[in-house]
């Protein structure tokens, strides 16, 4: 099983920098996604992380340390658009596995 | 454009009653996820499919079913609806490699009464 944990409620403002930390157990690991969930919407993907190091995609970037079961997502120059809800979801490695495990999510409050 | 479509977008029934939400694709995607969404609880997987004819339980998937008869479509049945099951639905495609991301539908809002 896997076990995912991030912060509930994060508040930042505007232009501003804001790091939003997930971290995770499992018996197997496979890769890790940040997907951004505006109120009333779907999730949609913001980055895929399988190697240690930083992948950087515009304001946004995501970290990921496997020996520590730790990633964050780094979101630079804040605008309000970005008040969502972040969610950390985890890939197990079993053979053929595509089904993600998601954290329950951080609530990103950007304000003026 | 692909997409991935979900109806209805807001459903009311009655408990005791089979609902059935549909969830289609134009992705061409093999794999096909069943998620609901509640409060304090996050995104949780009911069901899942890598393949026409090819079904698995998710962690919540008891009062849950799906059949997969063609790639487009993954259906999900609620057998005899609860008001546990009062939540908002959202169906996911992706490919198979191993860095594709799932894409969602926008979601059924479901209320049982």
């Known amino acids: 099983g896997q076990n995912i944990d991030q912060p509930t409620e994060m508040t930042a403002t505007e232009g501003a920098i804001v790091q939003i930390n997930c971290t995770y157990q499992?018996?197997?690991?496979?890769?890790l996604f940040w997907y951004q969930q505006h109120a009333g919407e779907a999730p949609t993907f913001l980055s895929y992380?399988?190697?240690?190091g930083l992948e950087e995609k515009g304001r946004f970037s995501s970290f990921l340390s496997r020996s520590k079961g730790y990633s964050y997502l780094l979101l630079k120059e804040l605008q309000m658009k970005d008040s969502a809800s972040y969610l950390c979801?985890?890939?197990?490695?079993?053979?053929?596995?595509?089904?993600?495990?998601f954290g329950k999510g951080t609530k990103l409050s950007v304000i003026p | 454009d692909a997409e991935i479509t979900q109806s209805p977008r807001h459903k009311i029934t009655e408990t005791g009653r089979q609902v059935t939400l549909a969830c289609h694709q134009t992705?061409?995607?093999?794999?096909m996820f069943w998620y609901r969404q509640d409060l304090g609880h996050g995104l949780r997987l009911i069901h899942y499919?890598?393949?026409?004819?090819?079904?698995n339980k998710g962690e919540v998937s008891d009062g849950y079913s799906v059949s997969r008869s063609n790639t487009e479509d993954l259906p999900l049945t609620l057998e005899s609806a609860a008001s546990s099951q009062t939540s908002v639905y959202f169906c996911?495609?992706?490919?198979?490699?191993?860095?594709?991301?799932?894409?969602f539908g926008p979601g059924t809002r479901l209320t049982v009464l």
């Open positions: 499992t018996s197997g690991f496979n890769g």
């Open positions: 992380n399988v190697l240690d």
């Open positions: 992705w061409n995607h093999n794999n």
């Open positions: 996911a495609s992706s490919g198979t490699s191993g860095s594709d991301e799932q894409f």
């Open positions: 499919s890598y393949g026409v004819h090819d079904t």
């Open positions: 979801a985890v890939r197990d490695r079993g053979a053929g596995s595509y089904q993600l495990t």
